[in-house]
Nanobody
Framework: QVQLVQSGGGLVQAGGSLDLSCVPN????????MGWYRQAPGQQRELVAR???????DYQDSVKGRFTISRDNVMNIAYLRMNSLKPEDTALYYC???????????????WGQGTQVTVSS
């Protein structure tokens, strides 16, 4: 069984920065796309950014130029650097990874436990 463990986040003033990271544990042969989603109270969960194994990233329009997703393909760690944070970035942030556990299995998507990011005005 694969589990994703998130760290980082917290409370910051508008204009500040925060970092998130996500580390998988369990049986892992290969990790494909990694992503970050967020869900604000009363809102649907939305994709923030994702990055392929080949380091190709794409972003939600509202975070372009402010957030940077990156990954470590050796340690299978996902990162999200968030700069110039705004109150509307306040949400519970989740990491996802498409993980192939063994040679005998296909991949499936796993989710982290969620990390709160709160941006005060």
């Amino acid at each position: 069984q694969v589990q994703l463990v998130q760290s980082g986040g917290g409370l910051v003033q508008a204009g500040g920065s925060l970092d998130l990271s996500c580390v998988p544990n369990g049986s892992i042969l290969r990790v494909y796309t990694m992503g970050w989603y967020r869900q604000a109270p009363g809102q649907q969960r939305e994709l923030v950014a994702r990055i392929t194994r080949g380091q190709v990233a794409d972003y939600q329009d509202s975070v372009k130029g402010r957030f940077t997703i990156s990954r470590d393909n050796v340690m299978n760690i996902a990162y999200l650097r968030m700069n110039s944070l705004k109150p509307e970035d306040t949400a519970l942030y989740y990491c996802t990874m498409d993980v192939q556990p063994t040679d005998h299995e296909g991949y499936r998507t796993y989710w982290g436990q969620g990390t709160q990011v709160t941006v005060s005005s």
